[in-house]
């Protein structure tokens, strides 16, 4: 015998002497037969001083639906139906490495309860999505099959998809529709679409949203500059077949060159990396504040852009030293990193926040500002601008001050050298938010 009710925004399951009760907020949804009703929720496993984050997917049946569950009865949406292709990357590496565990406590079982048919592929190597978006998404999305391609992780993968299908220079029949299921440190994308940390918020996504074109960036380089790999140990080539001639990478999240760019290339070590998203503010204090005792840097170039309001004017900023510098398409760049207050993601606006040599305490409260709402950008050190183009000439000696990031990937420019951002016009991949 079982009984259930609803009580305080919780409800409550008794079978025999075991009552068992979740928070409304923990359950996903339910799936409803003639002769019962599943509930799907999740709640905490394992010990909480272990891994405080950690939660699995659960089911109990009832014989009869509460009312104040019938609004989340649910079923499987049109993007993970059987004419669709479903794919689920682990990137093993991203953030602290807990993306195999979100797959076993909640992916796989959810997909198992609504009999969905998919392919899993771990990561092995920083080449393995590459290769899976070559060989598998690229070549059904040129065939015109419907594709979901579920992310586990962070901002990486989606950039390393994005990367192949508009380096390949050809208009795809059927756009891949892509789900994050956050799991890396920063995940800018994911937290400017609403999602936090966890699987529930990424799950209800999969199950409840509906695609939308990923806007992108193109950023072209100098020749002769390198992607940084291995830990900042190697340079490597950013087109293996194009050597003499300038070359490009798209992004869907952020180009940045001073501070932020440092602090990225800086914290990129597997030993920053157990710090989680401690590691941006860690690196940051060791540019702002070096053990050596020198002031921190000045980052030296000519900046010109386009603005939306005149796309066809060139403004050249007069200001040639610099401390932070960043374009992006997205509103955050942290769950509460607001980098850019009041720009939509997925509209396509391009912000560009700037701000010139100051004190590190200086630097630190406007970064902090940013941790409150955005209100770094009410400030008059800070440029805020909507742009179409921007153009950086670089003006620095040492290779290190001319490290610009392009959603998470690192590349330094060649002395002298330049790097042109602007938007690109086709949109060959969806985002289910």
């Known amino acids: 015998m079982s009984t259930v009710n609803v009580v305080d925004n919780t409800l409550q399951y008794s079978h025999g002497d075991v009552t068992t009760v979740i928070k409304l907020e923990d359950i996903l949804c339910v799936s409803s037969n003639p002769s019962s009703h599943n509930v799907l929720f999740f709640c905490a496993e394992g ?4 891994d405080p984050e950690r939660v699995r997917l659960k089911k109990i049946e009832l014989e009869s639906l509460p009312t104040e569950l019938v609004p989340l009865k649910a079923s499987v949406p049109s993007h993970l139906n059987k004419e669709t292709a479903v794919h689920v ?7 602290t490495g807990k993306a195999k565990t979100v797959y076993q ?4 079982p959810f997909l198992t309860h609504l009999g969905v048919e998919y392919s899993v592929h771990e990561t092995e190597d ?5 290769h899976l978006a070559r060989t598998h998404f690229l070549e059904q999305a040129h065939r015109g099959i419907p594709q979901t391609v579920i992310l586990l992780s962070g901002d990486g993968g989606l950039v390393d998809i994005l990367d192949v299908f508009y380096r390949s ?14 799991c890396g440190t920063g995940n800018a994308m994911a937290s400017s679409i609403g999602l936090r940390s966890g699987p529930l918020p990424g799950l209800s996504t999969l199950l409840r949203g509906s695609p939308s074109p990923v806007p992108v960036f193109a950023a072209e380089f100098s020749p002769g500059s390198q992607l940084v790999a291995d830990e900042g140990r190697l340079l490597v ?4 077949s194009n050597e003499t001639m300038s070359h490009t990478l798209w992004g869907a999240v952020v180009a940045s060159w001073g501070l932020h760019a440092a602090l990225v290339a800086d914290s990129d070590t597997a030993e920053y990396r157990k710090f989680g998203v401690e590691r941006f503010k860690m690196a ?4 702002l504040y070096p053990s050596d005792g020198a002031p921190c840097h000045r980052f030296t170039g000519k900046i010109t852009m386009t603005t939306s309001e005149s796309p066809e004017q060139t403004h050249q900023l007069e200001e040639l030293e610099h401390m932070y510098a960043v374009a992006t398409l997205v509103p955050r760049l942290e769950k509460e990193f607001l980098i850019s207050p009041g720009l939509e993601p997925l509209s396509g606006q391009m912000k560009f926040i700037r701000f010139g040599p100051m004190s590190p305490e200086d630097a630190m409260q406007l970064m902090t500002l940013a941790y409150q709402g955005g209100q770094h950008v009410q400030q008059s050190t800070v440029t805020y601008a909507d742009i179409e183009r921007l153009r950086i000439d670089f003006q620095e000696d040492e290779a290190r001050w001319r490290r610009v990031c392009i959603d998470g990937k690192i590349v330094v420019v060649e002395k002298d050298g330049w790097v042109e951002l602007r938007k690109e016009p086709r949109r060959s991949l969806n985002l289910i938010h």
């Not at 010990?47 to 272990?50: E, H, L, Q, S, V």
């Not at 406590?105 to 796989?108: M, N, P, T």
């Not at 080539?237 to 293996?240: A, E, H, S, T, W």
């Open 105 to 108: 406590d909640a992916i796989q």
């Open 284 to 287: 940051a204090n060791e540019l």
């Open 89 to 95: 990357v682990i990137s093993t590496g991203s953030g």
């Open 169 to 182: 220079n050809t208009t795809v029949k059927v756009p891949p529709n892509l789900v994050l299921i956050p």
């Open 47 to 50: 010990d909480p001083k272990d």
């Open 126 to 130: 920083p080449e393995t999505i590459p």
């Open 237 to 240: 080539p950013i087109d293996q």
